[in-house]
């Protein structure tokens, strides 16, 4: 009889304890950067994991991976990935106009259906990105591209002010 309750109180806890290992993040900011591997660096600082604390990328910061990847979420439901030899500078973090400069490198957005109350710019060179539809982006430096899988972004190049809808 104690072996059972034993038994059974072990998968009890075990069956309580799941739903706590998987950590909802919300951020009063954007930049959060939810997940990285390999070498990445914020500034000139390697990033280092610590269990349930995610650094930020402040206004102004800049986040840059050498040999690994990192993913960055910029407002709920709003997911900036980078690539290998990549670099972004975080513009402007606030949630209802956030803008992320792309430097050098290769960036995927994988944007939820867009809220009122927040914005997300995508900035490369003289082109600002602004994502209208839930879809996925993809924009590279070398040679300068933004593909849309699915959604659809304005593009607004600084030099006409024209915008251009691609998707």
Not at 109 to 137: C, M, N, Q
Request: glycine content about 10%.
């Amino acid at each position: 009889y104690g072996r059972a309750c034993a038994l059974s109180t072990l998968a009890a806890v075990t069956a309580l304890a799941i739903p706590a290992g998987a950590q909802s993040v919300i951020s009063t900011h954007s930049g959060l950067i939810h997940f990285f591997d390999g070498a990445v660096y914020l500034g000139d600082r390697p990033l280092e994991s610590h269990l349930g604390r995610f650094p930020s990328l402040p206004q102004g910061g800049e986040l840059r991976t050498a040999e690994g990847r990192a993913e960055v979420l910029l407002t709920p439901g709003v997911f900036l990935r980078l690539g290998e030899r990549s670099t972004i500078r975080m513009v402007s973090n606030d949630l209802a106009d956030t803008q992320v400069e792309l430097e050098a490198g290769s960036a995927i957005v994988d944007a939820g259906e867009p809220s009122a109350d927040t914005s997300v710019t995508l900035i490369y060179r003289d082109w600002r990105v602004h994502f209208l539809r839930k879809g996925v982006y993809r924009i590279d430096s070398d040679p300068p591209c933004l593909l849309v899988s699915q959604g659809e972004a304005e593009v607004i190049a600084d030099t006409t002010g024209l915008p251009v809808s691609v998707g």
